[in-house]
């Protein structure tokens, strides 16, 4: 256990990372109601209940580095900064959506903050996210890759061939996987042969760390550590981050392969709900965490607003970009 | 002019356009030490270093993904494979990856890759080293696909493939390596989705690309004897696909056979006959005929090798049949 913040430097920052926190969990409750009335279509993964991975890990990170992500990728957009309007709008599958309509809920891309991508073929991003991290190798601009997968991509070969380039390449490379426990409805133990993923970096003789994912400040500062080693040249880390999805896989999953009392159990443990006793006892106000609430409540509605107002995209658009131009 | 082998002229074309561009590197099993399985880099990792001519291990799907994430970030990448059979377990990465990117990031993610090697049927390699994937890279929208045949297509064929922002599967033939071929001196390139008028005829036109070709240019010689003129197109790029050429030349002779070593079912020469009864029915005066690699795995006996693939006695037949 973390102890509490301390310095007012520490309470702000906290407060910062709360607020990208509260930002993922009502955007991500706001897309939970959009898709129930049909207005987004397709899969619809959502991040409730592991805020506090992508929030401290993406904080440990500077402005030139990269994101990878998955299929669950608005919680990372989020908190890399990407602009909630646009990604309401990419839901609703509409022009002003941050690729246009035409990625939806699993491909959020954004070039100008490094954020490479949401990916839809579990673990297929992973040798990808190696191939960027192994540009930065090749140009030396120091910058460091980082990579969310859940435990169902650590089965699969991209997985196993992109640790290895990376390892024998000594590539600026951080590898995360955020454990939640079930691939869609198979639960960890009757698809690892390890219970902690994070042990398989013996196999490429590179650094591990393990740690539980419900404090966001703690993340923050593990991912730290694995982030510089990184950009000092010393190579990949694999970390496991141990977190629960308070939903199902997707919003199709009504996720009865549970009990009730399991999710009772990891509720207790809600990363938002820590983050807030955390900053009440580091002496902030109740009255500032609930004006921050108001604030992010009006953020979302404005969102969801944009995005039902915008416009479909032009039919002319369907074959825009299938093939980039040659200069 | 000078005389080159194909390999040749691939490294060539490479070579040259890696002296330009620092961005550009090329990867694969055995491109470096051991300079190309096929030697198509041989003096390459002496002339650019381990930092531009890189070993792999034994992974498709790996090093496929490398390059697709290094192109994201603005290299230019040229992943070999050793053989185009091995591509299949990269397979999720060329399509699911470097495919869509581009769409799926509204532009913001062109990937300027070459994925190149050998292909085709070869010497007796038998089923799982000696196939045609040609169709199975051109259903996909997102990629080009090209396959030449003469040392001078494969040279200004992949300089436009390496100098082109989209991902491109430059496919070789394993066979025709070490054929020569005159090869203009000086830079050239040559455009993608142009076909090339091989032999000039009136009867009856043959469309085919790469080592196909072996077997056609032989068998319209043998047929011009026979009083049968036959016009030979080379598509060299099968996507884009030059359908002017082939409309033209079947308006010409108004009668059409494609001739490809890929197998029949779902054949990119399906794709070529319906284009031709489409657009130029009204002008065929026989239906348009294909011939292919037998339908099924490659045998290993010579005899039954030889005997699945197209041939020359098998057009000639073929074609007598069709002018008939």
Same mark, same amino acid.
């Given at each position: 256990m973390?102890?509490?913040?301390?310095t007012?430097?520490?309470?702000? *920052?906290?407060?910062?990372?709360?607020r990208?926190m509260?930002?993922?969990?009502?955007f991500?409750?706001?897309?939970? &109601?959009?898709y129930? !009335?049909g &207005?987004?279509?397709?899969?619809?993964?959502l991040?409730?209940?592991?805020e506090?991975v992508?929030?401290?890990?993406?904080?440990?990170?500077?402005e030139?580095d990269?994101?990878v992500?998955?299929?669950?990728d608005?919680?990372h957009a989020?908190?890399?900064?990407l602009e909630p309007?646009s990604l309401m709008?990419?839901?609703?599958g &509409?022009?002003?959506?941050?690729?246009?309509?035409n990625?939806?809920?699993?491909?959020f891309?954004?070039?100008?903050?490094?954020?490479m991508g949401?990916?839809?073929?579990?673990?297929?991003?992973?040798?990808?996210?190696?191939?960027?991290?192994?540009a930065?190798?090749?140009?030396?601009?120091?910058?460091?890759?980082?990579?969310f997968?859940g435990?169902?991509?650590a +089965?699969?070969g991209?997985?196993?061939?992109g640790m290895?380039?990376a390892?024998?390449w000594?590539?600026p490379?951080?590898m995360?996987?955020?454990n939640?426990?079930?691939?869609?409805?198979?639960?960890?133990y @009757?698809?690892l042969?390890?219970k902690?993923v994070?042990? @398989?970096?013996?196999?490429?003789?590179?650094?591990? *760390?393990h740690i539980?994912?419900?404090?966001?400040?703690?993340?923050?500062d593990?991912?730290?550590v694995?982030v510089e080693?990184?950009?000092?040249?010393?190579?990949p880390?694999?970390?496991?981050i141990s977190?629960?999805?308070f939903?199902?896989?997707s919003?199709? /999953?009504?996720?009865?392969y549970r009990t009730?009392e399991?999710l009772d159990?990891?509720?207790?443990?809600?990363?938002l709900i820590?983050a807030? &006793? /955390?900053?009440?006892?580091?002496?902030?106000?109740?009255?500032e965490?609930?004006k921050?609430?108001?604030?992010?409540?009006?953020?979302i509605?404005?969102?969801v607003?944009?995005?039902?107002k915008?416009?479909?995209?032009p039919l002319?658009w369907?074959?825009?970009?299938?093939y980039?131009?040659?200069? | 002019?000078?005389?080159?082998?194909y390999?040749e002229?691939?490294?060539?074309?490479?070579?040259?356009?890696?002296?330009k561009?620092?961005?550009?590197?090329?990867?694969?099993?055995e491109?470096?030490?051991?300079?190309?399985?096929y030697?198509?880099?041989?003096?390459?990792l002496?002339? =650019?270093?381990?930092?531009?001519?890189i070993d792999t291990p034994?992974?498709?799907n790996g090093f496929?993904g490398?390059g697709?994430?290094a192109?994201?970030v603005g290299?230019?990448?040229?992943i070999e494979?050793?053989?185009?059979n091995?591509s299949?377990v990269?397979?999720?990465?060329?399509i699911?990856s470097?495919a869509?990117? #581009?769409y799926?990031?509204?532009?913001?993610?062109p990937i300027?890759i070459?994925f190149?090697?050998?292909?085709?049927a070869?010497?007796?390699?038998?089923?799982q080293?000696?196939?045609s994937?040609?169709?199975w890279?051109a259903?996909?929208?997102g990629?080009?696909?090209?396959a030449p045949y003469?040392?001078?297509?494969?040279?200004?064929?992949l300089?436009?493939?390496?100098?082109d922002? #989209?991902?491109?599967?430059f496919?070789?033939s394993?066979?025709?390596y070490?054929s020569?071929g005159?090869?203009?001196?000086?830079?050239?390139?040559i455009p993608?989705g142009?076909?090339d008028?091989?032999?000039?005829?009136?009867?009856l036109?043959?469309?085919s690309?790469s080592?196909?070709l072996m077997?056609?240019?032989?068998?319209?010689e043998?047929l011009?004897?026979e009083?049968?003129s036959?016009?030979v197109?080379?598509?060299?790029?099968?996507r884009?696909?030059d359908?002017?050429?082939?409309?033209?030349s079947?308006r010409?002779?108004?009668?059409?056979?494609i001739?490809?070593?890929?197998? #029949?079912?779902?054949? =990119?020469?399906?794709?070529?006959?319906y284009?031709i009864q489409?657009?130029?029915? *009204?002008?065929?005066d026989?239906p348009?005929e294909?011939?292919?690699?037998?339908?099924?795995?490659?045998p290993?006996?010579? +005899?039954l090798e030889r005997s699945s693939l197209?041939?020359e006695?098998?057009?000639?037949?073929?074609?007598?049949? !069709?002018?008939?």
């Open positions: 973390m102890s509490q913040p301390k007012k430097k520490e309470t702000q *920052d906290l407060f910062e990372l709360y990208q509260l930002l993922i969990r009502r991500e409750e706001a897309s939970a &109601k959009a129930s !009335m &207005k987004i279509g397709g899969f619809c993964h991040y409730i209940g592991q506090a992508g929030v401290g890990a993406i904080s440990a990170l500077e030139k990269y994101i992500s998955t299929y669950r608005h919680g989020l908190a890399r900064g309007k709008a990419e839901l609703f &509409k022009r002003t959506g941050i690729v246009a309509g990625g939806g809920s699993m491909h891309f954004d070039k100008k903050k490094n954020f949401g990916h839809g073929i579990v673990g297929g991003h992973i040798s990808l996210a190696a191939g960027i991290a192994y930065s190798k090749y140009r030396e601009d120091q910058a460091v890759t980082l990579c997968f435990e169902g991509a +089965n699969i991209s997985f196993h061939e290895n380039l390892a024998i000594k590539l490379l951080v995360i996987c955020e939640n426990h079930y691939a869609m409805g198979t639960p960890e @009757r698809a042969s390890v902690d994070s042990v @398989r970096a013996a196999a490429y003789d590179i650094a591990r *760390d539980e994912g419900d404090e966001v400040r703690k993340v923050r593990h991912v730290k694995a080693r990184a950009r000092r040249g010393e190579g880390t694999l970390m496991e977190t629960y999805r939903r199902g896989h919003m199709s /999953d009504p996720a009865k009730k399991e159990k990891y509720k207790q443990g809600d990363p820590k807030e &006793k /955390d900053l009440i006892g580091s002496g902030w106000a109740q009255e965490i609930s921050l609430d108001e604030t992010i409540a009006k953020q509605e404005e969102a607003d944009f995005a039902e915008s416009e479909e995209p002319g369907l074959y825009k970009h299938v980039a131009e040659n200069m | 002019m000078a005389v080159l082998t390999r002229a691939l490294n060539r074309a490479m070579t040259e356009e890696m002296e561009d620092p961005n550009i590197f090329l990867m694969g099993e491109v470096g030490h051991y300079e190309g399985a030697k198509v880099s041989q003096g390459m002496a002339k =650019f270093g381990e930092k531009r001519v034994i992974s498709e496929a490398v697709i994430g192109a994201m290299l230019r990448p040229i494979f050793m053989t185009w091995f299949l990269a397979i999720d990465q060329i699911n470097a869509k990117m #581009n799926m990031s509204a532009g913001q993610f300027p070459v190149r090697g050998a292909g085709g070869g010497g007796r390699l038998a089923a080293h000696s196939q994937f040609e169709s890279y259903h996909i929208p990629l080009k696909v090209l003469t040392p001078a297509d494969a040279y200004g064929l300089k436009t493939s390496i100098r922002n #989209n991902p491109t599967i496919i070789e394993e066979v025709l070490g020569k005159e090869v203009p001196e000086g830079e050239f390139s993608m142009k076909a008028i091989k032999r000039e005829g009136t009867q036109t043959i469309v690309w080592r196909a077997y056609v240019l032989p068998a319209a043998k011009a004897k009083g049968i036959v016009e197109l080379d598509l060299r790029s099968i884009p696909l359908e002017e050429a082939i409309l033209t079947v010409k002779t108004n009668r059409a056979l001739v490809e070593e890929g197998w #029949n079912v779902a054949g =990119f020469g399906a794709q070529v006959a284009l489409k657009d130029a029915f *009204d002008y065929l026989s348009v294909r011939i292919t690699q037998e339908d099924v795995p490659m290993y006996a010579a +005899n197209p041939s006695e098998k057009i000639i037949q073929k074609v007598r049949s !069709m002018i008939k």
